[in-house]
């Protein structure tokens, strides 16, 4: 089965970083194009960053500059790095795939909550 499992929320500070990993499995072709979604209270979700597996990212206006997505085909396994953190990042953040693009599969989320 396809299974994709986030780790690395947590609280950190305005200004801070934190590093999102997302350890899919099953099909590869599956995980073809991955991607970071989030969603914060009474907003919609919002693809954050994608990438493929060749390595051709996206990013949302609102993250770029500050996060960068990057994957390990090897293992799997695909990475949100986030720096510069502001208040407004505060959301679950999901990891999804797919074979195209991602939205195809979900993991559950992790929270990231930035506060001082």
């Known amino acids: 089965q396809v299974q994709l499992v986030e780790s690395g929320g947590g609280l950190v500070q305005p200004g801070g970083s934190l590093r999102l990993s997302c350890a899919a499995s099953?099909?590869?072709?599956?995980?073809?194009?991955m991607g970071w979604y989030r969603q914060a209270p009474g907003k919609q979700r919002e693809l954050v960053a994608s990438?493929?597996?060749?390595?051709?990212?996206n990013y949302a206006d609102s993250v770029r500059g500050r996060f960068t997505i990057s994957r390990d085909n090897a293992k799997n396994t695909v990475y949100l790095q986030m720096n510069s953190l502001k208040a407004d990042d505060t959301a679950v953040y999901c990891c999804?795939?797919?074979?195209?693009?991602?939205?195809?599969?979900w993991g559950q989320g992790t929270q990231v909550t930035v506060s001082s």
């Open positions: 999804s795939s797919g074979w195209a693009q991602p939205g195809d599969y």
């Open positions: 990438i493929t597996r060749g390595g051709l990212t």
């Open positions: 099953g099909s590869s072709s599956s995980h073809n194009a």
